[in-house]
């Protein structure tokens, strides 16, 4: 039923602009039987101005709950392929098989059409035709005490119970909305929220008929310094395209040019010979053209605006029409439970979270610094399709959708937030709980079972990171380390959780074998440990970071469960230094016993996993379940699925881990010698740690190789070592 007003007179609503945003709504009130009158301004609701639109799987989920996706489906092509090219038009990354991948993690592809065609289909889902009306341009803005009036260019007059804005950037509605706070409420708009918007990049878009090599469901990101271009192949072999180039300075508020159509064509024709693909440029496209164009306070009182009129993105990331889609979403799940101000609180956050991503997206593949510019052409060379799934997609799970529609379950690996047992809060931090709720998802296949190779590989890894732990530890609390950045241990180790122990090690690493290069560093007492530290740290382990591991593998019957103990074991790692005692003047050396406890319990725990988790995979009558399936990531150029995707990904962690690593015990052999305290080859001992790794396991080889390093440093008499 429709909501009422305390008179008991039916609530309306009226809607401004003919907008994604606004006929998005429209169907979703006409869902919940709420009554509402939608203005346009032009004399058509669905124009052909050159615009193409990308729908992302959290919006095509939503128009799938309106049940219009199934219509916009066969109409739009599904992106399958992204192609990163130089400014010479040469092909720097390629991958394939994103239908694929895309459907399996969250049901829904990437779809690109005309603008045109969504407004269309939208238009004709909506029964009641009669509250769609054009050539209604809005004139004025009224309050009362009974709701909200809307005056018509031509002397007509609507009145609802609230009025909503969704007329685009240039919202007349917002302009309005913003002089009427100005009049009735003094300061309730900041005088600076007039100038807010701001802008770095301009974009002409547009669409043209075929193209050489443009073909359907590719997208083609070409890297320029302060300029690039978005080339995609759409139905029909019609081509999508945007050019984005750099303003000489950030503009701001009323100062954020506009261009005329003579202007843009100028900016066409000195771009002209700009490389798209080897065999095709810029000019080629313009020849080929259809048309083309120049592409904080939410609400006051009964006024609210949505779509483009409150966040209008970067187009590079496709993010627009979706964002516009979900707060339209937020909106009419808010209007329906009467939660208030829920519609901004919720919409804010995650719009500027996908602002952040478009523009640092639009950064990097204008190249504005010498870092994007490695990024852009040294490293992303370097990345497979999984990592270029994961940056594209990692903000998705968090997407709104309507709360009154039920939506079938669909099993995947990555479940939207809403598909989880409840909304993760762990810290009360958004940024933090967001973080911890996308690492939840990511190792749901491997804690849960559902993949048995993963699930293995991830518990051997943690359970290896019990002795690097330790040895961190120790090292940021000798002596010789004080003021050190190795002193530490708990920035490392939090680096080490975000962005991955095979990217972070290998730089602790480098930075040890920097800092240990003179010879007092290697003095018996530059060694010592206090004696507080080295007594507090094996409890530590024990406490800190073992139960949290051997909770989250439990086999846990709710996912509620599950979710909370993945989450907290995130931070396990640095619970360890932070649960070790703090000095006091009393404390003295005396270190070594301890010591020599903690390298071997620490060495009976890696011995125990290691064979455990081998003969396992040895025995195992499971022909999916083996050293190779578990240890040798899949190179093939067969299409996979979402889970080996994410167990590559550890995969290539875990072994770029215990490489570093072994260099790192390699070259702690190398100091000992260095320094004249041990005769021993270090080929042979480094071939001796390298056995033990498949004999012992990685960690009771590390931690055994810094076992006889201890006693290296610790010897006062060296002559006969």
Not at 477 to 483: G, H, I, Q, S, V
Request: hydrophobic residues 45%.
């Amino acid at each position: 039923m429709a909501p009422k007003m305390a008179d008991k007179k039916p609530f309306k609503i009226i809607i401004i602009g003919g907008s994604v945003a606004s006929l998005t709504l429209a169907n979703m009130l006409e869902l919940d039987n709420i009554d509402f009158v939608l203005l346009e301004a032009y004399p058509k609701i669905a124009p052909q101005v050159g615009a193409s639109i990308s729908l992302l799987p959290h919006g095509n989920r939503i128009l799938g709950q309106l049940g219009v996706f199934k219509t916009i489906q066969p109409k739009a092509s599904e992106v399958n392929r992204f192609k990163f090219r130089n400014s010479k038009g040469v092909t720097i990354a390629g991958h394939t098989g994103m239908r694929h991948s895309l459907n399996e993690r969250y049901g829904y592809p990437i779809l690109f059409l005309d603008r045109q065609t969504v407004l269309q289909v939208l238009y004709e889902k909506i029964k009641d035709k009669s509250k769609i009306l054009t050539k209604k341009r809005l004139e004025k803005i009224d309050l009362n005490e009974k709701g909200v009036k809307a005056t018509i260019t031509d002397g007509l007059t609507f009145t609802g119970d609230v009025l909503i804005g969704a007329d685009d950037i240039h919202s007349t509605t917002r302009s309005k909305m913003w002089r009427l706070a100005d009049t009735v409420s003094p300061g309730h708009i900041s005088p600076s929220e007039h100038s807010a918007i701001h802008c770095d990049y301009s974009c002409i878009f547009g669409i043209s008929n075929p193209c050489k090599g443009i073909t359907p469901g590719g997208l083609h990101s070409i890297f320029r310094e302060k300029t690039s271009y978005l080339v995609n192949g759409g139905p029909n072999l019609r081509v999508y395209w945007f050019f984005f180039f750099k303003h000489p300075e950030t503009a701001y508020g009323a100062d954020i040019p506009t261009f005329t159509k003579a202007e843009e064509d100028v900016i066409l024709k000195e771009h002209a010979a700009d490389q798209i693909t080897t065999e095709l440029t810029f000019g080629d496209i313009i020849k080929n053209r259809i048309s083309h164009s120049v592409y904080k306070k939410w609400h006051f009182d009964k006024i609210i605006t949505i779509g483009d009129s409150i966040h209008k993105f970067n187009p590079i990331g496709g993010h627009g029409s979706n964002a516009a889609i979900e707060t339209s979403t937020a909106f009419t799940n808010a209007l329906v439970k009467a939660l208030k101000k829920s519609q901004q609180e919720l919409g804010e956050t995650r719009a500027n979270t996908l602002m952040a991503a478009s523009h640092e997206q639009q950064r990097t593949e204008a190249i504005e610094t010498r870092f994007q510019k490695f990024i852009a052409l040294t490293v992303l060379p370097m990345t497979d399709t999984e990592d270029v799934m994961f940056n594209f997609s990692r903000h998705l799970p968090f997407a709104e959708k309507l709360d009154m529609v039920e939506l079938p379950p669909r099993p995947k690996p990555i479940p939207f937030k809403d598909e989880l047992a409840r909304t993760p809060s762990y810290t009360g931090i958004t940024a933090v709980d967001s973080y911890l709720a996308f690492l939840s998802a990511a190792y749901m296949a491997a804690v849960t079972g559902w993949d048995k190779s993963f699930g293995t590989l991830h518990l051997y890894f943690l359970g290896m990171l019990i002795q690097p732990i330790a040895i961190y530890s120790i090292e940021a609390f000798r002596k010789l380390n004080a003021m050190a950045l190795l002193a530490t241990p708990t920035v490392w180790l939090a680096l080490g959780q975000w962005l991955g122990f095979g990217v972070v090690m290998p730089i602790f690493y480098i930075t040890y074998a920097l800092s240990s290069d003179t010879e007092p560093y290697w003095w018996p007492l530059s060694r010592e440990v206090l004696a507080c530290y080295v007594k507090s740290l094996l409890p530590a382990i024990l406490a800190g970071y073992v139960p949290p591991t051997i909770f989250m593998f439990s086999p846990w019957k709710g996912l509620t469960t599950v979710q909370n103990f993945t989450a907290l074991w995130q931070a396990s790692p640095i619970f360890v230094p932070v649960l070790t005692s703090t000095p006091n003047a009393a404390d003295v050396p005396r270190d070594f016993p301890t010591l020599k406890v903690i390298y071997l319990v620490t060495f009976i725990l890696g011995v125990v996993l290691h064979a455990t988790v081998v003969f396992r995979l040895l025995t195992s009558s499971n022909a999916e379940l083996s050293l190779r399936s578990v240890f040798v990531s899949d190179f093939s150029s067969q299409q996979k699925m979402l889970r080996e995707g994410l167990r590559n990904l550890f995969l290539a962690d875990f072994w770029a881990f215990n490489v570093a690593s072994h260099g790192f015990c390699r070259q702690a052999v190398w100091d000992i010698k260095r320094v004249g305290r041990t005769t021993v080859d270090v080929g042979r001992a480094s071939a001796v740690i390298l056995l033990a790794n498949f004999v012992v396991g990685p960690g009771a080889a590390m931690v055994g190789c810094w076992y006889w390093r201890e006693l290296a440093m610790a010897r006062t008499s060296i002559i006969s070592a």
